[in-house]
């Protein structure tokens, strides 16, 4: 059957195209032309022309983008309305979350009044509202208390020491390292944007951001147990930190100050009840109920009226400074202590900030500049640190209540602004006497959303269970490695995760849908089709140099062939080829005088010899009574070592001899296993064996040292449609299964690559005399149908018998039938 008939059911109207032909077809670019010079690159990037002026200012400071559109009827009352609701929010959460960075309440509000104002210039997103956060201010309290822990700051009287704390030194200095350390994260958080290293935060994923989290929810809650039963634990620091200080805090709750544990059971009760209920009316209120800003208020009151804190000793926030301080430079000195919480803080801030800008960019159907959003934020924490603010990212909850009140734009962030303005001017003294359970208890309740991320656990189990276990690591490697090193650690994990999953790819063989040009796996599509003599091998990752050894194994295992054995079995036969080339030219000189000794006198007693060392007496004339040999042709042949056994007794009445062979192993061919021994007694006697059944036996005798030696596959087509990359040491295996392939005569095409690929192999001198672009194709398709017109599916490789095997055979097989 020729090639067209053979490939008529998969022909397409259409020319096949190789990458050769593709690109004289579509007058592909060259390098290049896609690539200017490196001099030219600068040249253009340095150019300055009006229109880019106006862009880079544009996207430096989007408030001058928006903010002369703004229209004060459509959008200034929904944003002064949403304003208001996040500014009552700032105020007890700012509050409340600076006792987790071990700071004095004050600053926590700061923190929620500068930052804000700073975003509203260079944030790019509409909805989210900047401020103090949970794991961030956990975080800053881990840096704060190891730096200035409460034994730095004992008050000495002589050579006696009290337990008393210098609590105005001790709190002045841990505001210092939280500035410190906020300028710092500020500005790795600039530089990141100003190099496009926006990204970054991609490497973060959600199952590690929300286990990261819930970790940070555990330390938060044994920071503030504490506050809650009234006790003063041990704080440590570094691994196994959170273990120690828990096991602290359990030690001393025999200790437990009942009024405070009372202050905080009251308090936590009315919230968690209040909550509830506004969740429940929640559809039928306009604003949200500002539960914790009722509790703060109804807490200083009672507080004040009741006198807890000297009648009772109850902690109170205390004095709360009116006014605002003047912005003074951060310690630099500090900066080497802590450029590792920085770094740390940078990235899970922005990490949390473009997760949530992204999410109502979607809903709302603008974009957010990733990039730009790492500046806004990294400006924002720089200009606050100046201001004795702490580190600072989006909140959730703000974040909804900004959104779901209506709010429009960033001028929701400047009524929220004034809120915490007013209350820092004027209404910070009322808040003095408001006990820190109750803020305490804010915090505690605040993180019921965080806890509920437990249920990622059983739903990732059900979905992927390698997330599953980035989850559980994270989660793990956070709680006992404390908030830096556990982000750390779970980063690497991640990426370890990915890199696994590259090294332990799909490998598939694919077959044709018939009708169509679609190739998918015959493992899980029943109607795919392997096409005859053609194997189509694709992995479902790119091959580069962690992958390319298991790449070419997967190559030979599903392809069926063993090419190592069968090239090195090759090799053998040709290192034989030349010994017996010179042995040949030694019978050469011998040739004469076998003529002679033939004719002298007839066989007598039994004759041994081997198809090795006796290959010339069967290659001449034999004669045996009637029966003649002559030579066909010359021949040098050695499959095996089989020796044969001809016995001397004469025919039977009825014509026919009995013979014996011996099954001898090649010497050089270890992988003879299943043959028997050259022993006393290994023999097999055949006198009415078939010539198929001979010759079977003796092919499996000269090719036992091949897995495979008689196979149907003429053309491997290596799909890469799913590599995005291919680098040196990819090349250079692919280079390897070209040529190794090409010895067992089996044709390598490739097929999909992308344009990226073509050049990165151009690059790599992967093309060649014998590895043309002829040999790459823009489909699989298109690869099979140059397979079946060039090769088709019978001109596959196929071991047949040498001559002086079907010689041999031939000769036995007369003398034992015809005598």
Known sequence: MDSAHRCGKYRVE?????????????????????????????KDSLRCTAPRLKHAVMSSMPVLYWLPKYSVWDYGMPDLISGISVGIMHLPQGMAYALLASLPPVFGLYTSLYPPLIYIFFGTSRHISIGTFTVLSIMVGSVTERLAPDMDFLITNGTNITAEVDVTARDSYRVQVAAATTVLGGLIQVILGLVKFGFVGTYLSEPLVRAYTTAAAAHAVVAQLKYIFGVSPTRFSGPLSLVYTLKDVCSLLPHTHLPT????????????????????????????????????????????????????????????????????????????EVIGDAFALAIVGYAISISLGKTFALKHGYKVDSNQELVALGLSNTVGGFFQCYSVCPSMSRSLIQETTGGKTQMAGV??????????????????????????????????????????????????????VVWLVTWVSTLLFNLDLGLAASITFALFTVIFRTQLPTYSVLGNVPGTELYVDIETHREAREIPGVTIFRSSATVYFANAELYLEALKEKSGLDISKMIIYKRRQEAKQKRRERRAERRAKRQAKRERQRSAKPLSGATVFS????????????????????????????????????????????????????????????????????????????????????????????????????????SIIIDLSTANFIDTVAIKTMKNIFQDFSEIDVDIYMAGCQASVVEQLELGDFFSESITKRRLFSSVHDAVLYCLDHRGASSSPRYEPSLPQRMVLKDIVHKTEDG
């Open 415 to 468: 009524a929220s602004a004034l809120i915490v303005l007013v209350t820092i001017l004027k209404l910070g003294p009322l808040f003095q006497e408001l006990p820190k359970a109750i803020l305490a208890s804010i915090v505690f309740v605040n993180l019921k959303g965080m806890f509920k991320q437990y249920s990622d656990i059983v739903t990732l189990w059900k979905s992927s269970k390698i997330d599953l």
């Open 261 to 336: 544990l009372v202050v905080s059971a009251v308090s936590m009760v009315f919230l968690i009840a209040a909550k509830e209920l506004n969740s429940f009316l929640s559809p039928k209120l306009p604003v949200p109920v500002p539960v914790e800003l009722i509790t703060i208020v109804a807490g200083t009151l009672i507080s004040s009226y009741s006198h807890l804190s000297s009648n009772y000793t109850i902690p109170v926030v205390g004095e709360i400074p009116s006014g605002l301080s003047s912005p003074s430079v951060p310690d630099v000195s500090i900066f080497g």
């Open 14 to 42: 259409r020319e096949v195209l190789d990458e050769q032909r593709l690109e004289e077809v579509t007058q592909r670019k060259t390098y290049s032309d896609t690539h200017p010079p490196l001099t030219q690159q600068l």
């Open 611 to 714: 198809v090795d060392d006796e290959a010339g007496r069967w290659g001449d004339t034999y004669m045996d009574g009637d029966v003649t040999v002559k030579e066909e042709q010359g021949w040098t042949e050695r499959e095996n070592g089989t020796v044969f056994v001809i016995p001397t007794t004469p025919r039977t009445p009825d014509g026919h001899c009995r013979w014996e062979y011996l099954k001898g192993g090649d010497p050089d061919c270890t992988s003879l296993g299943w043959m028997s021994e050259l022993q006393d007694g290994d023999t097999a006697t055949l006198g009415s064996s078939s010539e198929d059944t001979l010759s079977r036996d003796l092919e499996r005798v000269s090719l036992g040292s091949l897995g495979k030696w008689t196979w149907d596959i003429h």
